[in-house]
């Protein structure tokens, strides 16, 4: 178990142009998130799938945004025509859902992709 | 809407100066509490969950506790390496579904050798 891993983990993009991030979950997880942290702010909820079912996608998460998981494997975070207040770290994490419905579980966060627009 | 406020914003410790962080919650149905260390530019780590009122956790010199209203993080005997942002989370109930964290600014703690 490698943890959730996230790829690139730095991307400097210029205005208007699109940028893809990919996160691998720590295997047999079915619940991947993303989210968006900004500096001095603690991280904030874009979207949630359950295996590969989007089932909530965020106020946050403009007409630009699109997640993808395939398979209920690896996801993809597209952004379309950037725009410098995209510039942010984006995090993704994984969990298991149990049949415990009284207890949390508990979500990983992988290293997080920074993306600068320049 | 679920909120997380944390205080102090910001706390510089001197090596082996106890003190605690506070979390105060309001959430529709508490699932889980949570605490996170953040290194910088590197991703939260993962370091309790609290479920109900009363629980305690303790892991080296950081032990979590949980009220209704709110959780703290205290240190005792901190260390440099213990320096970080300490995020707190709530996860609450949402039609039945339990998924998404609601986070707090966090605390950026500095422990001076």
């Known amino acids: 178990d490698t943890g959730v891993s996230q790829d690139p983990r730095h991307k400097i993009t210029k205005r208007g142009q699109n940028v893809t991030f990919r996160c691998d979950p720590i295997?047999?997880?079915?619940?991947l998130y993303w989210y968006r942290q900004t500096l001095g702010q603690g991280p904030e909820f874009l979207t949630y799938f359950q295996n590969e079912a989007q089932l909530e996608k965020s106020r946050l998460l403009s007409d630009r945004f699109s997640a993808e998981r395939p398979k209920g494997s690896f996801s993809t975070l597209e952004i379309q025509r950037t725009e410098q207040g995209d510039s942010a770290m984006y995090l993704c994490a994984s969990s298991l859902s149990g049949r415990d419905t009284f207890s949390g579980n508990t979500i990983y966060f992988g290293e997080g992709s920074w993306l600068t627009v320049v | 809407e679920d909120q997380v406020t944390q205080s102090p914003e910001a706390l510089r410790l001197q090596e082996g100066e106890s003190s605690s962080l506070n979390c105060s919650y309001t959430?529709?149905?508490?699932?889980?509490l949570f605490w996170y260390r953040q290194d910088p530019g590197k991703g939260p780590e993962f370091l309790f969950t609290l479920y109900s009122a009363g629980e305690e956790k303790e892991k080296e010199r950081l032990k979590a506790t949980l009220t209704k209203k709110e959780s703290f993080l205290h240190i005792t005997a901190p260390k440099p390496e213990d320096s970080a942002t300490y995020l707190c989370?709530?996860?609450?109930?949402?039609?039945?579904?339990?998924?998404?964290?609601?986070f707090g600014k966090g605390t950026l703690l500095t422990v001076n050798p």
């Open positions: 959430v529709s149905g508490l699932r889980g």
């Open positions: 989370a709530v996860q609450g109930r949402r039609g039945g579904s339990n998924y998404k964290l609601t």
């Open positions: 295997s047999e997880h079915n619940r």
